[in-house]
């Protein structure tokens, strides 16, 4: 008994340590292969009840996601200027919500371990979980298990099929083979029956060979397809100078002198791509768009996609709404094209629900009262289609794959990330967008103010990444893939649902048994 005390009270700091190890910026990737197997020997263990199960869930979770997530507390109290007695209860809440789905995928778990084996339904619950998470209360897939393998390409390619959460699958299906074939060696009853184990093992041996010979065919396609010579510039200009309107000029004469150096480095550039309100006042109606124009103009073919905010009249005339927009300034100097974001940052760029908490006005008066963008409709340069997505809409799969969908053959990402400071979050954030481009078969560019800038490959290859919080300037030649792929004309969360639903019959069917078994005991 005394073991199993101490084994329940060791596994949740365990699990929820070497998860953390995993994450990008710390980069142990290839421990997420087994970082579950110390709460899925507990969960497996018929001497824990689903009740603790689900306690060591959550604990697990809070280790987790509270260092994971530690950045909340430099976002809200360094550039929300929010007090301690605020960030700190934030951190805690939003840690505590996150852990509420290892919380409940533990308990199930425990409760039907003796319904259907662990390694089919693990993986069909913790994606079918993880697919909640994605879309409840505007959605916050932050870090799901995928995004560990973001360096390693080899191992991400099923992302075609079945997008970021196939990888997770087969993460959690890898942890639960581990368990199963431990099980066997110590001489303890593993599955009955074979089959449901051979099918598993065989999956995930499939995916292993289809990922290295997708990579290498389509990096024979690479080859044969047409290129944009893309560049991108990060300004590294300080948060919290960035909108003061005395420096406008300045930030403005910085970006212009790094694309004049860009430029004459790699003349040949198509597009020349600035970060997330890189431009700190409204494009439409400021005399400071003429500097631009002199740029533009002394480069036959070459357009500036740069972020700006915008604002307009709502379609009764009577309101002016804000967006946070992208904007494509041609050779001419003229917006030729636009794209407002359209998946805004809650508390951030808007206030939830503002009307029933009008409270939290004072609390956070730095956030933006933005207007979520309504088109996915890619913008075009040259005849050549652009999926844009603008801060963390790129960590939103559907995003990508409505513009992918819509026509876009390149995706870029315009970002702050100046938000999160020296932490791991510019990592975390990166990492997300290689899924975007492997799912989608795009080239991906990323220009963000403080970094992390770079290029993606369709494969998931990143390549000149920039330092953080250093000014910084590239050009790559991307492919123009028109290509789409079974992820892309599926939709972005055909597989997580299938898996909920797949998980949820299994746990109605586990209810009907038990509710049968009690019936027979009781007659």
């Given at each position: 008994m005394k073991s199993i005390n101490t084994k329940f009270i060791l596994i949740a700091p365990l699990t929820g340590g070497i998860l953390l190890l995993t994450s990008p910026g710390i980069g142990f990737a290839s421990l997420a292969w087994f970082a579950l197997v110390p709460l899925l020997a507990l969960i497996r263990s018929p001497r824990i009840t689903a009740g603790k199960a689900c306690v060591v869930g959550f604990a697990t979770g809070m280790i987790y996601f509270t260092f994971l997530l530690s950045w909340i507390t430099i976002v809200l109290g360094h550039y929300g200027h929010l007090p301690l007695?605020?960030?700190?209860?934030?951190?805690?809440?939003?840690?505590?919500?996150?852990?509420?789905?290892?919380?409940?995928?533990?308990?199930?778990?425990?409760?039907?371990?003796?319904?259907?084996?662990?390694?089919?339904?693990?993986?069909?619950?913790?994606?079918?979980?993880?697919?909640?998470?994605?879309?409840?209360?505007?959605?916050?897939?932050?870090?799901?298990?995928?995004?560990?393998?973001?360096?390693?390409?080899?191992?991400?390619?099923?992302?075609?099929?079945?997008?970021?959460?196939?990888?997770?699958?087969?993460?959690?299906?890898?942890?639960?083979?581990?368990?199963?074939?431990?099980?066997?060696?110590?001489?303890?009853?593993?599955?009955?029956?074979?089959?449901?184990?051979?099918?598993?093992?065989?999956?995930?041996?499939?995916?292993?060979?289809?990922?290295?010979?997708?990579?290498?065919?389509?990096?024979?396609?690479?080859?044969?397809?047409?290129?944009?010579?893309?560049?991108?510039?990060?300004?590294?200009?300080?948060?919290?100078?960035?909108?003061?309107?005395?420096?406008q000029l300045e930030t403005l004469d910085k970006y212009l002198s790094l694309s004049r150096r860009q430029l004459a480095a790699s003349p040949e550039t198509d597009?020349?791509?600035?970060?997330?309100?890189?431009?700190?006042?409204?494009?439409?109606?400021?005399?400071?768009?003429?500097?631009?124009?002199?740029?533009?103009?002394?480069?036959?073919?070459?357009?500036?996609?740069?972020g700006a905010p915008r604002h307009a009249l709502d379609p009764s005339g009577t309101e002016i709404r804000y967006y946070n927009s992208?904007?494509?300034?041609?050779?001419?100097?003229?917006?030729?094209?636009?794209?407002?974001?359209?998946?805004?940052?809650?508390?951030?760029?808007?206030?939830?629900?503002?009307?029933?908490?009008?409270?939290?006005?004072?609390?956070?008066?730095?956030?933006?009262?933005?207007?979520?963008?309504?088109?996915?409709?890619?913008?075009?340069?040259?005849?050549?289609?652009?999926?844009?997505?603008?801060?963390?809409?790129?960590?939103?799969?559907?995003?990508?794959?409505?513009?992918?969908?819509?026509?876009?053959?390149?995706?870029?990402?315009?970002?702050?990330?100046?938000?999160?400071?020296?932490?791991?979050a510019p990592w975390q954030h990166l990492s997300m967008a290689v899924f975007r481009a492997v799912e989608n078969r795009r080239g991906l560019a990323r220009a963000a103010n403080t970094g992390i800038s770079g290029f993606i490959d369709p494969l998931g290859n990143l390549s000149q990444l920039s330092p953080l919080f250093a000014d910084f300037s590239a050009t790559s030649t991307l492919p123009v893939m028109a290509e789409k792929t079974f992820f892309t004309f599926l939709g972005g969360h055909y597989f997580g649902f299938i898996c909920l639903c797949l998980a949820t019959i299994i746990c109605v069917y586990d209810g009907y048994l038990r509710k049968k078994r009690i019936i027979i005991i009781h007659a």
């Open positions: 007695w605020i960030t700190i209860p934030a951190l805690i809440a939003l840690a505590s919500y996150m852990s509420l789905y290892p919380a409940i995928f533990s308990y199930l778990t425990a409760r039907t371990r003796d319904t259907v084996p662990l390694f089919w339904f693990a993986p069909l619950l913790w994606v079918g979980l993880d697919a909640l998470r994605n879309r409840a209360f505007s959605g916050f897939p932050w870090m799901d298990l995928a995004y560990t393998q973001y360096s390693h390409p080899f191992l991400i390619q099923v992302a075609d099929l079945a997008g970021h959460h196939g990888v997770t699958f087969l993460i959690v299906m890898v942890n639960c083979l581990i368990i199963e074939f431990s099980y066997g060696m110590n001489g303890r009853k593993r599955t009955q029956r074979p089959w449901p184990l051979i099918a598993a093992v065989a999956l995930v041996l499939l995916a292993m060979v289809y990922s290295p010979w997708r990579y290498r065919e389509i990096n024979n396609q690479l080859a044969k397809n047409p290129t944009m010579s893309v560049g991108i510039i990060q300004g590294n200009i300080a948060q919290g100078q960035k909108w003061r309107p005395e420096i597009l020349l791509i600035w970060p997330e309100t890189a431009l700190p006042f409204y494009l439409q109606t400021s005399s400071l768009t003429k500097f631009i124009r002199v740029l533009t103009e002394a480069h036959p073919d070459l357009a500036v996609l740069t992208a904007f494509l300034i041609d050779d001419q100097g003229l917006i030729n094209d636009r794209y407002d974001k359209r998946h805004l940052v809650p508390f951030g760029e808007y206030i939830p629900m503002k009307p029933l908490l009008p409270f939290l006005g004072p609390l956070v008066e730095s956030v933006g009262d933005f207007t979520p963008g309504t088109s996915h409709l890619p913008i075009i340069h040259n005849t050549t289609p652009i999926g844009v997505l603008i801060c963390f809409e790129s960590i939103f799969p559907e995003l990508a794959r409505t513009q992918s969908e819509a026509g876009a053959k390149l995706l870029v990402n315009l970002t702050n990330d100046a938000w999160f400071g020296l932490s791991g």
